[in-house]
């Protein structure tokens, strides 16, 4: 594929808009515990935001497929989610949250469609994997910011001011994307799927942040390969894997949507929280050059099974040791483990996004990537809204024990479908 060497200064409005982008995940949550919340509201936010964001996933697909429109989409939503966090800074109630969480969620994962095809389009393929890996890395910088501007700002101001911080973040982001120049030719998103680097792009970022993408959208026949298994068949071993997936990120965002309640809940200070996440973002720039060698050495395969084991032993020690100590133990015990989550969600998300693009048969790689995104977003939707419901009924430490439980039922089915996939092989 031949190109003129296009203009790549677009690429420095990621780092402002991850600041901004992470500011508000963490921020929200601690804003509404400072107006009196609790972890159902917490939750109750964090699910309607994470909804939100797999219905802006499609809309945004649609409109960049239709228009090819990157600069626009983003010079809009970067309009949309500086509102927002005006908004926020002004809010002295809950209420205006229930608006805010979504609306942001909806606007914040345009930008994802519109830097993987950016990088497609400004880039010779041959050098896609090299530029998918800067974009990723500029994003952890990024949250590395937020967290680092939320523990010191949280000293001297309270949440509401933090959001200021985030606006100004933004607006920095829209300036730069005024600098994105026409391509002379355009990729279509659906490019995406055939590419593992867009794939690990789409799963490589902080956390779980907006890991949707859908090049089609799937119908209730995509699913069949789920029903079956459901039904006591096997048509096609994927299947488990789609429901091994759904099934870690919804033990994963339990954890996550609890974590910050009780975290506050333990009378820690916003400045303390924020240390923390600073941190456990740190690992995960740590864990962004090991994870490859890891998976290199190992195998996606068996990669994969050894992630689980930090992931579950990361909501174990939440579970069963965090909250027995104070003072440094406390804050010892919980940075193991925040610690323990993100490296074993890096090395997983690595290594399943391999496995995934593996498993695709040729020709349906859009299908399978729409189901496997609404999986994922099934799963955390319906993990945070369980985080709250069994929190509030059971407390904190059952709402771990059950995010573990699901995780293991996670692995079993992972295992069931390397099963299948080995015995498959074995036929053909």
């Known amino acids: 594929m031949g190109l003129i060497p ?34 159902k509201e917490v939750s109750i936010m964090i699910a309607i935001h ?10 945004w697909g649609k409109i960049l497929d239709k228009y090819h429109a990157q600069k626009a989409v983003l010079m809009v939503s970067f309009f949309a989610i500086m509102l927002c966090c005006m908004w926020l800074y002004f809010t002295t109630s809950i209420s205006p949250i229930y608006i805010i969480a979504p609306l942001s969620g909806f606007f914040l994962t345009a930008r994802s469609p519109v830097t993987q095809m950016l990088v497609m389009e400004t880039s010779q393929n041959n050098q896609w994997s090299k530029l998918f890996a800067r974009t990723s890395l500029l994003s952890t ?51 995406i799927a055939h590419s593992v680097h867009g794939i690990q792009h789409v799963f490589g970022h902080f956390r779980m942040h907006h890991h949707l993408v859908f090049p089609k959208i799937p119908s209730i026949h995509d699913y069949r390969h789920i029903f079956s298994i459901l039904k006591g068949k096997v048509s096609h071993e994927i299947g488990f894997l789609f429901l091994a997936n759904f099934m870690f990120y919804f033990g994963s965002n339990i954890y996550f949507t609890a974590l910050t309640p009780f975290l506050k ?24 050059f090991v994870a490859p060698k890891i998976i290199a050495r190992l195998g996606e395969e068996k990669a994969t099974i050894a992630a689980y084991l930090p992931r579950v032993l990361g909501v174990l020690v939440a579970a069963f040791l965090i909250s027995i100590f104070s003072g440094y133990t406390l804050i010892s015990f919980a940075i193991l483990s925040m610690c323990l989550m993100v490296v074993g969600f890096s090395i997983f998300t690595t290594a399943n996004s391999v496995l995934l693009f593996k498993s695709i048969p040729k020709g349906f790689e859009g299908t399978y990537l729409g189901v496997n995104s609404s999986m994922v977003g099934m799963g955390v939707f319906g993990g945070a809204l369980t985080a709250g419901f069994v929190t509030i009924s059971a407390g904190y430490t059952v709402a771990f024990i059950v995010a573990s439980a699901i995780l293991v039922v996670s692995v079993v089915l992972f295992r069931f479908y390397l099963h299948h996939r080995m015995s498959e092989n074995i036929i053909h």
Not at 50 to 59: D, E, H, V
Not at 265 to 288: E, G, K, N, P
Request: one cysteine or more.
């Open 50 to 59: 994470y909804g939100a964001a797999a219905l802006g996933s499609i809309f």
């Open 6 to 39: 296009l203009n790549k200064k677009w690429i420095w409005f990621i780092p402002p808009i991850n600041i901004a982008a992470e500011g508000l995940h963490t921020g929200i949550p601690l804003f509404v515990i400072h107006l009196g919340g609790g972890i």
């Open 265 to 288: 809940s333990l009378h820690l200070s916003d400045a303390t929280v924020f240390t923390l996440y600073l941190i456990q973002t740190s690992t995960m720039a740590a864990i962004f």
């Open 141 to 191: 910088f990024g949250s590395l910011g937020a967290m680092l501007i939320g523990a010191v700002w949280s000293l001297y101001f309270d949440s509401r001011q933090y959001f200021a911080a985030c606006a100004v973040a933004v607006a920095v982001s829209l300036v730069i994307s005024t600098q994105i120049s026409k391509t002379h030719f355009h990729i279509e998103r659906h490019a």
